[in-house]
C-alpha cells in the first residue's frame, strides 16, 4: 500500500520471504545475511522499452545472529539503527511488513500518469571471502532472490 | 693484458631482438608479484582470518606471476630457438642442464606440496576437533551464564524501582524516578502507558530529549512477562540491558503502566560477551567453510607450487644460457677459425673462461700474423709470377724451360701456339716423351735434346719443321740456367718462327725478278716482233717459193715467241705490280657459275661439278680479281686432268658468316700434287706442267692475301688435289686480316705447325 503523507509517498507493504536453506544454516553458523528490498519506481509513458526510472530505493538489512545474547540483531545498514528479536521468525516477521518506507517526491509523479511500482527482495550472504565464495559456490547457493514484482501506482 | 689490439665479440648469437628494456621489467614486476605472493600468504599462514581480506590480491598476484613467468619461459625458450635453429651442441647442453636442474628441485617441491595439502587439512580438521568444539561451546555457555546473572540483577532492580514507583502519587513520579534512577545506576527508566506513551522518565544523559523508548517489540515482550529482559547491543560499544516490567497497582481501573529501565553492562562484561561472540561466530563460519577453505588452501599452495615450479624453470633456463655462453662463444670462435676467420676475438673481462679464452686469443693473433705474412709472400709471388707470364706471353719468341732430368717446365702461350703443345699434358713431360707425342716435332725436340747438356753460352740453331700444313723454319737458342730450386740447372729454349718473315722475304725477291724481268724483257719485245715482221715483208717477194715459205715460217715462229715472252712479262708484271683493288659488292657463287659456265664444254671428258651455297649473301672484294683467281684455279684444275679420262672437277662456295668468311674449294680427282709442289707451289716458276709460267698459283695467293685471305693447298685422301681459298667477305674482317697478316712474322699471330 502506498500512500502519501507530507508530499511523500511512503509505502506500506506485505512481503512473503521465504529463506532457502543454505541462508538458515548460514546465519545459524555465525554468518551474517542481507536483506535488501529493491523498490523502482517507473515510468510506464516512456518512450524507453523498459520504462524510465524515476526512482530507485534500496533499503538494506543486515541480520546477525548473536550467539551469547541468544538474540538475532537486525541493522539498517542506511542509518544505523539496530532492532533485536528473540528467533528467525520474528525476525522475517518484521521484514515482512516494511513501515513506511520513503518512495518519492509527490512533485515528481504527474496526476493520472501511468507509474508501476517495482519490487524485488533479495537474500544472500556476504561474508564470505570472495576465493572461497568462489569455492564453495561449487557446492551451495549463498544467494536467493525473488523475481521483479510490478503493480500499478497512480498517483 | 692481452696485447693482440682490439678484441671483438664473437658469437653466433643473433642480436637480442626483444625490446632491451621489456625483459628486465618484466622480470622485475614477475619476481615481485612471487615475493609479494609469498609474503602474503606467509601473512594469511599466521594469521588465517587475513584469508579472507587477502584473497583477491593473492588471485591477481598469482595469476600475474604466473603469466610473468610463462612469459619468460617463452621467451626464453624463443630466444634458445633462434640460437640454436639446428639444435647444436650448446642447445643439448642447456637442456641437460634444465632437466637436471628442474629434475632435483621438482621431486622435493612436490613432496613438500603433499606434505603441506596433508598437513593444511589436518590442521584444519583439527580446528574442529572435538575438544575445540566443546572449549567453544562452554565458553558461550560461561558466558550467557554471566549475562543472565546480570540480566537476573537488572530485573530485579528494575522489579524493585516499580514497587517503589506504585507506592508514590503521580505527580512525585518525575521526582522519584529520578532518585530511583540514581539510586539504580541506570542509564534510562521510562514509565510508558500500554500505548507506548511516555508519562514519566528520567535519563542519565540530560541533553538528551527523548530517550529512546522501548521498540513496540519489547513491549510485546513485556507484556507477556517473560522475556521482558533483554541484552542488547548498544548504539555504542557496550551491550545495555533493557527490562520492562510492569507496575503493580491496587487499583483495578487504573491505566496500566510499564518501567522500562536501561542498564549499562561494565566494559569487561561487554569485551568478554564480544570475544566470545566472535570467536564462536569465527568458528562457525569456520566450520561452515571448512571444505572451501581447505580447498583453497591447497589450491593456493597448488598455484604457488606452480609458481616455484615456473621460476625454477625460468631461472634454470637463465643459469643454463649463462654458464653454457662462454663455452658457445668458444665454439662458435673455434668454428670460425677453422672456417679460416682468423680476425676472430673473445671476450676476457668477467669470464671464469678467461685463463682459457686469453691464450686463445693469443694463439689466434699468431696464427693471423704468419696467416698475413704468407699472404703477403704469396702475392708478391703471385704478382712476380703474373708479371713474368704477362711479359713472357707477349714475347714473339716461344720460351721453353727445362729442369735437370729435361723435364718440360713452362712453356709459354707463344711457344705452345707454334708447337701445339697442350699445357695440361706436355708441361712435365720429359724431352723423349715430348718426341713421343708429337712426331711432327721430331726435329726440334731432337735439336733440343742434343743441345740441353748446354754451357752457359747460348747456343743457336736454325731448324725446320714440316710435320704441318706448311713447312715452318725456327731459330732456336738454347741457354743453360743458373741452379735453381726445384729446378736444378736446367735450360731454357727461345725460339722464333721466322718462315713468315723469310716469305715476305722471298716474296719481295721474286717481285723484284719478276719486275725486272717484266722491265728488261718487254722493251725488246716489240722492237724484236716489229724487226721480224718488217723482214718478212722486205725480203717475202725477193726470195724463191722455198725460201719464202721458210722466212714466213721463221718469222712466225719468231711473233708466236715473242708474244709467248709478253704473255709470261705480263704475268710476271701481274705478280710484281702494286695492289690496286677495286672493291665492289657482288655474289661470289654466281660469278663462280659463270666462270664454270665458260669452261664447260671445252673438255669432253672432264665434268665441271658446282656446290654453290643458297643465298649467297654479297661479299665485298675485287670482282675481275677472284675472277682471274676462278681462272687460274679452274685452269689449273682442268689442266691436271687434261690426259685423265673421267676427270671431274668440284667448285664448291661456302659461306661462314660468324667468322665473316666465304671459302672457295675447288677439288680434282686427278694426280694430286707432289710433295715437293706442296711445299713450293706458291712460289714464282714452280710448276708440274711443261708449259706454264709457275706464277697462277702465285698470283692467285698474292691476291687472295691482298684481301685479307689466304690459300691452302693439300691432297684429297681419295686422290686428287684440293685448294680452299679463304676470304673476308665484308670491310671489317678483311682489315682485322690485313692488320694481322702485317704482322705475320710475329709468333704470336702464327698457325700451329
Redo the contacts between chains.
Keep these: 500500500m502506498v500512500v502519501r503523507r507530507h508530499g511523500v509517498y511512503y509505502l506500506h507493504g506485505r512481503l512473503q520471504i521465504a529463506p532457502n536453506r543454505t541462508v538458515r544454516h548460514a546465519l545459524l553458523h555465525g554468518i551474517p545475511i542481507t536483506f535488501s528490498l529493491k523498490i523502482h519506481i517507473v515510468d510506464g509513458h516512456s518512450f524507453l522499452f523498459w520504462g524510465d526510472t524515476l526512482a530507485r530505493i534500496d533499503q538494506r538489512y543486515r541480520i546477525a545472529y548473536h550467539t551469547v545474547l541468544g538474540r538475532y540483531v537486525v541493522r539498517d545498514l542506511e542509518t544505523g539503527v539496530q532492532t533485536s528479536y528473540p528467533t528467525f521468525a520474528r525476525v522475517i516477521m518484521a521484514l515482512e511488513h516494511p513501515h513506511e518506507i520513503p518512495l518519492v517526491d509527490s512533485s515528481l509523479l504527474q496526476a493520472g500518469g501511468h507509474y508501476r511500482l517495482r519490487t524485488r527482495i533479495t537474500l544472500h550472504v556476504d561474508d564470505i571471502p570472495h576465493a572461497l565464495r568462489w569455492l564453495a559456490g561449487l557446492w551451495t547457493h549463498w544467494e536467493s532472490s525473488s523475481p521483479w514484482a510490478s503493480t500499478r501506482l497512480v498517483p | 693484458m692481452d696485447t693482440l689490439g682490439k678484441l671483438e665479440p664473437v658469437g653466433k648469437h643473433p642480436t637480442r631482438s626483444l625490446k632491451p628494456r621489456v625483459l628486465p621489467l618484466l622480470t622485475a614486476a614477475t619476481l615481485l608479484a612471487v615475493f609479494c605472493t609469498f609474503v602474503l600468504l606467509a601473512s594469511t599462514t599466521e594469521n588465517p582470518g587475513l584469508?579472507?581480506?587477502l584473497?583477491?590480491p593473492?588471485?591477481v598476484l598469482v595469476v600475474f606471476g604466473t603469466t610473468g613467468l610463462l612469459s619468460l619461459i617463452a621467451v626464453q625458450i624463443i630466444h634458445l630457438g633462434r640460437i640454436y635453429p639446428r639444435r647444436e651442441p650448446g642447445w643439448n647442453l642447456i637442456r641437460r642442464m634444465v632437466r637436471t636442474f628442474v629434475g632435483l628441485a621438482l621431486i622435493p617441491i612436490v613432496l613438500i606440496c603433499a606434505f603441506a595439502a596433508v598437513f593444511i587439512r589436518n590442521s584444519i580438521r583439527s580446528w574442529y576437533a572435538p575438544p575445540v568444539a566443546r572449549v567453544v561451546h562452554t565458553a558461550?555457555a560461561l558466558?550467557?551464564g554471566a549475562?543472565d546473572d546480570t540480566l537476573k540483577k537488572d530485573l530485579h532492580i528494575t522489579r524493585r524501582l516499580a514497587r517503589n514507583l506504585s507506592l508514590a502519587a503521580p505527580p512525585a513520579w518525575p521526582f522519584l524516578l529520578g532518585r530511583l534512577r540514581s539510586q539504580s545506576h541506570a542509564l534510562d527508566v521510562v514509565l510508558l502507558d500500554s500505548n507506548g506513551r511516555i508519562v514519566a522518565m528520567d535519563s542519565a544523559f540530560p541533553f538528551l530529549l527523548l530517550p529512546p523508548t522501548p521498540?513496540r517489540?519489547a513491549l510485546e515482550?513485556a507484556a507477556h512477562a517473560s522475556?521482558n529482559v533483554?541484552?542488547?547491543?548498544g548504539?555504542g560499544h557496550r551491550?545495555t540491558v533493557r527490562a520492562v516490567v510492569p507496575v503493580p497497582t491496587s487499583d483495578p481501573f487504573a491505566r496500566p503502566l510499564v518501567l522500562e529501565a536501561v542498564f549499562p553492562v561494565s566494559g569487561h562484561e561487554t569485551r568478554t560477551?564480544r570475544q566470545?561472540?566472535r570467536a564462536?561466530?569465527?568458528?562457525?563460519?569456520l566450520?561452515?567453510?571448512r571444505?572451501?577453505?581447505t580447498?583453497?588452501l591447497i589450491?593456493t599452495l597448488i598455484l604457488v607450487a606452480l609458481l616455484g615450479v615456473l621460476a625454477l624453470v625460468t631461472s634454470a633456463l637463465y643459469f643454463a644460457r649463462r654458464i653454457v655462453a662462454p663455452v658457445d662463444e668458444l665454439v662458435g670462435a673455434i668454428g670460425a677459425v677453422a672456417e679460416g676467420r682468423l680476425d676472430v676475438r673473445l671476450e676476457t673481462t668477467g669470464d671464469d673462461f678467461g685463463p682459457l679464452k686469453r691464450p686463445f686469443n693469443r694463439m689466434i693473433g699468431r696464427l693471423e700474423t704468419a696467416q698475413r705474412t704468407a699472404e703477403e709472400h704469396r702475392q708478391r709471388e703471385e704478382r712476380e709470377r703474373a708479371l713474368l707470364e704477362t711479359v713472357l706471353a707477349h714475347l714473339s719468341a716461344g720460351v721453353l724451360v727445362f729442369d735437370e732430368q729435361r723435364v718440360l717446365e713452362l712453356a709459354n702461350e707463344a711457344a705452345r701456339r707454334l708447337l701445339g703443345l697442350n699445357r695440361e699434358q706436355d708441361v712435365g713431360r720429359d724431352v723423349g716423351a715430348l718426341r713421343a707425342a708429337h712426331p711432327a716435332l721430331e726435329d726440334f725436340f731432337a735439336t733440343v735434346d742434343e743441345l740441353l747438356p748446354a754451357s752457359r753460352e747460348e747456343i743457336r740453331r736454325e731448324i725446320v719443321l714440316g710435320g704441318g700444313r706448311r713447312r715452318r723454319v725456327v731459330v732456336a737458342r738454347v741457354t743453360a740456367l743458373p741452379e735453381l730450386p726445384g729446378i736444378g740447372r736446367g735450360g731454357a729454349v727461345v725460339f722464333e718462327d721466322l718462315t713468315d718473315l723469310l716469305e715476305a722475304q722471298h716474296d719481295a725477291a721474286w717481285g723484284e725478278v719478276a719486275r725486272r724481268m717484266a722491265h728488261e724483257i718487254r722493251n725488246p719485245l716489240t722492237p724484236i716482233q716489229l724487226t721480224a715482221e718488217r723482214i718478212g715483208h722486205r725480203f717475202f717477194d725477193r726470195l724463191s717459193e722455198n725460201d719464202r715459205a721458210w722466212l714466213q715460217h721463221a718469222v712466225e715462229t719468231i711473233v708466236r715467241q715473242v708474244e709467248a715472252l709478253q704473255n709470261m712479262v705480263r704475268a710476271f708484271g701481274d705478280y710484281a705490280r702494286a695492289p690496286d683493288l677495286r672493291f665492289t659488292r657482288f655474289d661470289l657463287s654466281a660469278l663462280t657459275a659463270e666462270v664454270a659456265d665458260l669452261y664447260r664444254g671445252r673438255y669432253p671428258r672432264i665434268e665441271i661439278v658446282t656446290d654453290l651455297a643458297e643465298p649467297a649473301p654479297l661479299i665485298e672484294a675485287d670482282e675481275e680479281r677472284i675472277r682471274q683467281v676462278l681462272h687460274n684455279l679452274l685452269r689449273n684444275a682442268l689442266e691436271a686432268l687434261y690426259a685423265q679420262a673421267n676427270g671431274q672437277v668440284l667448285l664448291r662456295v661456302r659461306y661462314d658468316l660468324v667468322q665473316g668468311d666465304a671459302e672457295l674449294l675447288v677439288e680434282d680427282n686427278g694426280p694430286g700434287f707432289s710433295p715437293v709442289m706442296l711445299e713450293h707451289a706458291f712460289e714464282p716458276y714452280t710448276t708440274s706442267k711443261p708449259r706454264g709460267t709457275g706464277l697462277g698459283l702465285a698470283i692467285t695467293k698474292k691476291i687472295i692475301e691482298e684481301h685479307g685471305g689466304h690459300t691452302l693447298l693439300s691432297n684429297r685422301a681419295e686422290g686428287g688435289a684440293r685448294i680452299a681459298v679463304v676470304l673476308p667477305v665484308n670491310e671489317r674482317t678483311r682489315a682485322e686480316r690485313l692488320r694481322a697478316a702485317a704482322h705475320r712474322y710475329h709468333p704470336s699471330e702464327a698457325e700451329p705447325l
Design positions: 584469508f579472507g581480506k584473497d583477491v593473492l588471485l558461550v558466558s550467557r549475562i521498540s517489540a515482550e522475556t533483554v541484552l542488547s547491543p548504539q551491550y560477551a566470545v561472540e564462536y561466530a569465527r568458528y562457525e563460519e566450520t561452515l567453510l571444505r572451501p577453505l580447498w583453497s589450491l
